[in-house]
Nanobody
Framework: EVHIVESGGGLVQAGGSLRLSCATSGFGFRSYAIGWFRQAPGKEREGVSCIAEGTYGPYYADLVKGRFTISRDDTKNTAYLQMNSLEPEDTAVYYC???????????????WGQGTQVTVSS
């Protein structure tokens, strides 16, 4: 059975940092691309960052480029999203997903976590 569990979300002031983790099991993690997505209230889910198998890439949405860093540890079947210089506009539920292709388009991802809330206060 596939499990994807995000953690590390919380409340932080603008300018602060958070590190999200994505712990996985039940599938061949090292053969999958990992993507981070987010969904703010009343908005569509959007791609934030992704990394291919073997750490090829990574790719970032323009809104987070230079502030967020994606990484993966295939020995731990875990991916991470380091988020720095957070802004109130980054407030959203953040989801981790695994799929066959490293893309910021959600339809390419097969497995999803339940999400972790990130709230950035001004």
């Amino acid at each position: 059975e596939v499990h994807i569990v995000e953690s590390g979300g919380g409340l932080v002031q603008a300018g602060g940092s958070l590190r999200l983790s994505c712990a996985t099991s039940g599938f061949g993690f090292r053969s999958y691309a990992i993507g981070w997505f987010r969904q703010a209230p009343g908005k569509e889910r959007e791609g934030v960052s992704c990394i291919a198998e073997g750490t090829y890439g990574p790719y970032y949405a323009d809104l987070v480029k230079g502030r967020f860093t994606i990484s993966r540890d295939d020995t731990k079947n875990t991916a991470y999203l380091q988020m720095n210089s957070l802004e109130p506009e980054d407030t959203a539920v953040y989801y981790c997903a695994a799929g066959a292709r490293a893309t910021l388009m959600s339809q390419w991802y097969d497995y999803w976590g339940q999400g972790t809330q990130v709230t950035v206060s001004s």
